[in-house]
């Protein structure tokens, strides 16, 4: 059996890394960025929020709700054009694609050091139990 330092484990954590920046989905996600970044129209839509969201805490600060209201509203509907327009449903979609693939790759190296840790003290895959632990509950099942 193989053992590996914490560097080595990083070092192709790294490797594992610039793959997933190597992407399509991860291209795709750049360049819709880099288009949206260049929308005049969305900068500015995008700035009105944020100028919205500042007036919209201190209204909520000073306890004015009807003021409060008319800012989220206004929010929400340039927030809705924003999400209308077909560069940002396609970066949400990219942003979501990479979300996934960091999850799945999160996830299988999750159960696999878990089967691992399973198979190599002889426990049991199906039942998801250590060597340790099926040797234990045989063992106090005998002896009672």
Known sequence: MTMYTKEEIVARARELAQM???TKEVEFFKKAESQINENQK???KVASIKSLQK???NF???SKQEALKQVEDKIDKLQEELDEL???QEFKES???VND???LIAVTISNHVTDEIIRTTGGDLLS???GSKVNNSKGSACSS
């Open 20 to 22: 997933v920046a190597d």
């Open 42 to 44: 969305i900068r500015e």
């Open 55 to 57: 007036q919209a805490v």
């Open 60 to 62: 909520q600060h000073y």
């Open 86 to 88: 077909p560069i940002i």
């Open 95 to 97: 942003q979501i694609e």
């Open 101 to 103: 693939l960091l999850q």
């Open 128 to 130: 998801g139990e250590t």
